[in-house]
């Protein structure tokens, strides 16, 4: 039997807004698409041709249509313009991974910080879970002070965790917990 497909929410927490995936994000996934670092670990196409982005666009979609998690543009609160992406996949037993990308015009400002801020609060408080997950390589130091100054906590190194572009990569697991008496979901 398959997951219920989930209702995308539309989440604000100044300056993101974070919400379902539009037309109107192309020319993020375009950019996104010169990112190589971002190919190597996302489904953002390497050609962002129009039906490509399309493709993309939809995918995001089916993933909460499907029942297997949410992905969300992440955006100015104030304007609505897409600057990245974050998601959220639940795992079970309270648990969920979340994974995130922001475009590289829009880096060190704070985005990556602000949307995993939003997500989580979303998800530990209303939502209920538990415990929220996320994996970075010990390299992306900017990607580890969004995640610690968002609340996460640094738990251990992973070994050869995961595949990136072909090769075996360490990952640090880090953790955020929900806060002492929230009721779980």
Wanted: hydrophobic share 45%.
């Amino acid at each position: 039997m398959s997951p219920a497909p989930l209702d995308v929410p539309l989440l604000v927490h100044p300056p993101v807004l974070l919400r379902a995936f539009t037309a109107a994000d192309a020319p993020l996934v375009v950019e996104a698409s010169r990112d190589p670092y971002i190919l190597a670990t996302t489904t953002v196409p390497l050609v962002p041709s129009p039906d490509a982005v399309e493709a993309f666009l939809e995918r995001q979609h089916e993933r909460a249509r499907s029942g297997t998690g949410w992905s969300l543009a992440v955006c100015v609160a104030r304007t609505g313009a897409g600057r990245g992406q974050i998601g959220l996949w639940p795992l079970g037993q309270g648990r969920a991974s979340v994974g995130y990308w922001v475009a590289p015009s829009s880096r060190r400002r704070g985005v990556a910080t602000a949307a995993l801020e939003c997500l989580s609060r979303w998800a530990l408080e209303d939502l209920g879970l538990a415990r929220l997950e996320l994996y970075v390589e010990p390299w992306n130091t900017g990607s580890l002070r969004a995640a610690v100054t968002a609340g996460y906590e640094r738990e251990g190194l992973m070994r050869s965790f995961r595949e990136v572009d072909g090769r075996r990569q360490d990952m640090l697991l880090l953790a955020r917990l929900r806060p002492p008496g929230v009721p779980a979901g």
